[in-house]
Structures are given as C-alpha cells and as structure tokens.
C-alpha cells in the first residue's frame, strides 16, 4: 500500500509543481550572496538568533546541504524563493557564495512555494501561518475555499488560522514566542470582548490553566452573557394605510384608542381599552345593538 502523502494533496501538489520546474542536477549553480535579496512575501518574519548562529556553526564546518530556491529578476540579481534561514546563517558564516536552484516563478506561485518550504521544513508559529494565509487571500486574491485547496487544509482550519488575527497584540505576541498554544488562543476567540480576552490569557500564564480548563472558562462566560443579554424589542410591523384607516373608523365609532396587534403573517387581534367597568359596559352596549 502507498504511503499517503502527510502533507496533504494540496501541499503535495504545490510542491510537485515546484519540483517539475527545477532544472537538472546541472542546474545548481554558485550565486553570490551580495546578488541575493531577501523575499518580500516570507511568511517567517522573525529569525532565532541562537539557532541561526548554530547554523552558520554547522555551515562553516560541513557546508549547505540544502541549496537555497532563487528566481532571477534581473542582471546578476536573484530574490529567495525559499531559503532564507539558510542565506542569513550563510552570511554570518562568512560565505561569499551560496549553491542554489534557479527557478522561474510569477509572484502567486513564489508566496506558496515559500509558505510550502517553511511548513514542509520548520513549525511556523500560528500567527506566521495566519499572516501568511492572509496575505495570499488579500495579495493572490483567493477565497478562504481556493486557499484551502492549495495547501491541503480543511476550509476550517485555514478559518480557524486567519481568526487568530483578531485577537489583541499582546495575545499574539504570547502565540509567536509559544507562552499559549493555539488551542488557548481558538478557545480565547469565542470572547468577544477584547480585555476578557486579554483577562483568560493572564489567567493561563499565572496559574497553568489547560486547553481544556480555558474552553470550559469560555463556556461559562458566553452562557452568562446570554442570560444576561435583554431580550430584543420587536417592533410592531408597519400598518398599511386601510388598517390606519378602519383603526381611525373604529376608534370614533367605540369612543376608544382601538388598536391593531398584527404579525409579519398578517395574523393579530383587535384591541378596544376600556377604563372603567362603567365603560366596559358601555362598548359592551355598542356591541350588543350591532348583534341586534
């Protein structure tokens, strides 16, 4: 039996279309690291300088094993597909040269190529992977659906990914330096009030709460807002103007502010206040000598 492919159909798909295009073994070439430019769309903003520095340890003992993915935009300028980690370990290693693919790729294909190879090669915090989600919807125009297919993700997830992007600054700064999981923070974004949300996360840093004890926090609280929420006041359907009138006709004929109670289905009620039983009796009155 074939092993399935873990990276989903969409990611496989994605990088096998990166693959078809990448020349023969030929094609790795030596380019100059002063030609290179960092990629604008790199989903990774943010680089641990420990661990580059360990890179570059490595780099200067034992080389790139991995080249570096570049497209060429001009005479002796290339931008990085993906790769970029390695390029700054490479830089601090003192490299003057780095091995790389050269590849043509429009700018659609060069975002999901490089959101592909961090996910493919590093965890991408969920704040990077909810940037990274946005900003092929806003910047290659698809639909949360388009984009689901494209990376193998269920529509829910990618929605799930995107929502943390509401969340306040300081609970994604917690998310990208790993102080809560994004199950906290998927369970923090069912408040809707922003300094609740803040009040949960602190909660978590101060006493450990888990995932599950943070979910039944949000139950909790959203149950209460319900109760608490006033009921909405229904606004009586407009009349038309023959019920204005007949109203008008039977307000003078029982001597009474008369009133129409009537549903969207057109169904109701006639209403005739009465202020006294005295002068019940004498709407009664009225009605008996209609019967009459």
């Not at 609740?196 to 840093?205: C, E, S, V, W």
């Not at 101060?206 to 039944?216: A, G, H, L, M």
């Not at 019940?280 to 009459?292: K, M, S, V």
Request: proline share 4%; glycine share 4%.
């Amino acid at each position: 039996m074939a092993k399935r492919n873990a990276l989903g159909r969409g990611l496989g798909a994605l990088i096998t279309e990166a693959n078809e295009v990448t020349p023969k073994a030929a094609a790795i070439d030596n380019i100059n690291i002063s030609e290179i430019e960092a990629n604008p769309w790199q989903p990774r903003t943010t680089f641990d300088k420990e661990a580059l520095e360990e890179l570059s340890k490595s780099i200067k003992e034992v080389g790139i094993i991995q080249p570096l993915t570049l497209r060429k935009i001009g005479e002796n300028r290339y931008q990085i597909i993906a790769g970029e980690r390695r390029f700054r370990a490479s830089k601090l290693a003192g490299l003057d040269t780095v091995p790389a693919y050269i590849r043509e790729s429009d700018d659609n294909s060069m975002l999901e190529m490089a959101l592909v190879e961090n996910i493919q090669r590093e965890d991408l915090d969920a704040i990077e992977i909810a940037l990274s989600y946005q900003r092929m919807i806003d910047e290659c125009s698809y639909t949360q659906e388009t984009l689901s297919e494209r990376v193998g993700k269920k529509r829910s997830t990618v929605s799930n990914y995107i929502r943390l992007l509401k969340l306040p600054a300081l609970i994604q700064k917690a998310i990208r330096e790993r102080e809560i999981s994004m199950g906290h923070a998927r369970a923090i974004i069912n408040i809707d009030d922003p300094e609740t949300q803040i009040m949960l996360y602190k909660q978590i840093i101060t006493y450990d709460f888990s995932v599950r004890k943070i979910e039944e926090i949000v139950r909790k609280l959203n149950n209460e807002n319900a109760d608490n929420k006033p009921e909405k006041k229904t606004t009586a359907p407009k009349h038309p103007d023959e019920y204005n009138n007949l109203k008008d006709h039977l307000a003078k004929f029982f001597s009474a502010n008369v009133d129409f109670k009537i549903n969207n289905k057109g169904k109701g009620r006639i209403v005739i206040p009465f202020e006294s039983n005295t002068d019940l009796e004498r709407i009664i009155g009225i009605l008996d000598h209609l019967n009459n």
